[in-house]
């Protein structure tokens, strides 16, 4: 049979001969009997061996004696010979060779006749062998193909969903190298050592989730199996970016209910999150560290909420330990006291929020590294005083000013300055005669000296001042 991946006719089976001998013969078109026969596609009939010798003349050495080995006879006595082709209308298939070594009758006409006629049915079969193949193969694939969809599918069947679990199953489908990516480059996970790498895109519709990649070429069965994979990666992103919502809204819920001081609410989400019963602290991480906390807490329950450029978090006193190791050491952090109670931990969510409002607003404290609100307890205690009352002592206060936006900053900047007409000119772009000329300019207006006294009230009034939200 004529095998077109290396252009030869390949003995594939006949009677007479040692065929694992004769299997070695890679005949090439028009050499030889079996090669001419292929060319012209039409019967050759060979009566007497000078006839033969004549067609053997191209067969090549290393072909003839694999021949020879193959009929057990070194001086091959080969008498008459003929070869019919194998063909259908569009296609030859290979070429019959009938070898006549024994009898004294030579091959005729009517012999090469008997054997075409022989030759048409072989190459029927030969289609129908090729066609049973084929479906077979396909069979196969098609069984593979759904035994890798059931391995794929089952994978996925965890309540929380894995990457890890669902690339196993394309692992042990394929047995190939691979990294899975996601939007943002990070690995989720991966195996062995890439070489050659292919990519494949993982989209839900025209939105880009991640990357697949594996070593390549990848054809076939495992291009099909990728394929069928790639769809499920995608919903396990979207499984996975729909869990990370909802834990976040979870989450903020568990703020909002405490800052609404809905205690039994605060405990039911905190018990869901396996925070009951224990001991909590509070933090709010600002600016430059949101990222860096993110990427710490990616994998834990503890709650948390995104307000504004804050991240907010609640968790257990010994969570925090570690929280603070593994951040940056320019990370902003304000850090609330551990709470016995539920009530405890609303007063602490309410100064965190106060300390975080004051030091931008004011530059009191000012935080460039981690900060206690134990150390501050005058922010505790405005932040228990109700937004009223604060209200109404901050206008009483600051009336006889409250016309003068530059005095009002000046005064404001000088009780968080330490009351120095130095830091403050530096702080205002200013000189501190003029610091000086304004303060005396208040104390006027006040009708009163700006002694202690008078410090430590005006300082209470612009704490007062700050509205504190969630």
Known sequence: ???????????????????????EVRLKPGESITGKTFVTRKPLLLPNPAAIRAAQSNLAPEHDQAVRRA??????????????????????????????????????PVDVAVASSLADH????????????????????????????????????????????????????????YRLLDAQGDVKAMRGIIQDPVSFAIRAGQDRLGELQMTGPVQGVERLTVEQALPLIALEFLKEAARQQER?????????????????????LLTQYGLHGVRLAIGLIQDT???????????????????EQD????????????????????????????????QDLWQELSGVLLLSASSRQLGYPPVTHPTCLSDYPDISFMAGIPDAFRQRFHETVVTPFQEDSELLTTLKTWIFSERSPERTA??????????????????????????DQAATLLRWAFLAEICVRL
């Open 311 to 342: 991240l907010l978090l609640m968790m257990p006193e010994s969570m925090w330990q570690t929280l603070q190791q593994s951040l940056p050491r320019e990370t902003r952090m304000i850090i609330g006291s551990p709470a016995d109670s539920l």
């Open 248 to 268: 976040l809204r979870v989450q903020s819920e568990a703020f909002r209910r405490l800052w609404e001081q809905n205690y039994a609410a605060v405990d039911a």
């Open 426 to 451: 530096t702080i205002l772009h200013t000189h501190p005669n003029t610091v000086r000329y304004r303060l005396d300019k208040a104390r006027k207006r006040w009708n009163r000296p700006l002694d």
């Open 122 to 177: 072989a190459a029927v079969a030969v289609l129908n062998a090729e066609e049973y193949q084929e479906i077979r193969t396909l069979s196969q694939q098609l069984q593979h193909t759904m035994t890798i969809q059931q391995r794929l599918l089952a994978s996925m069947m965890s309540p929380q969903g894995n990457f890890e679990q669902l690339m196993h199953a394309v692992w042990t489908a394929i047995r190939r190298p």
């Open 1 to 23: 049979l004529y095998h077109p991946e290396c252009n030869a006719l390949v003995p594939v089976g006949g009677t007479g001969f040692d065929l694992s001998a004769l299997q």
């Open 71 to 108: 009929i057990r006879r070194p001086d091959n006595p080969l008498r008459s010979s003929l070869a019919v082709p194998l063909a259908t209308d569009d296609r030859m298939l290979g070429v019959l060779v009938i070898d006549n070594y024994d009898t004294d009758r030579d091959f005729t």
């Open 289 to 307: 560290g949101v990222d860096a906390v993110r990427d710490v807490i990616e994998h834990t329950n503890i709650p948390l909420m995104q307000r």
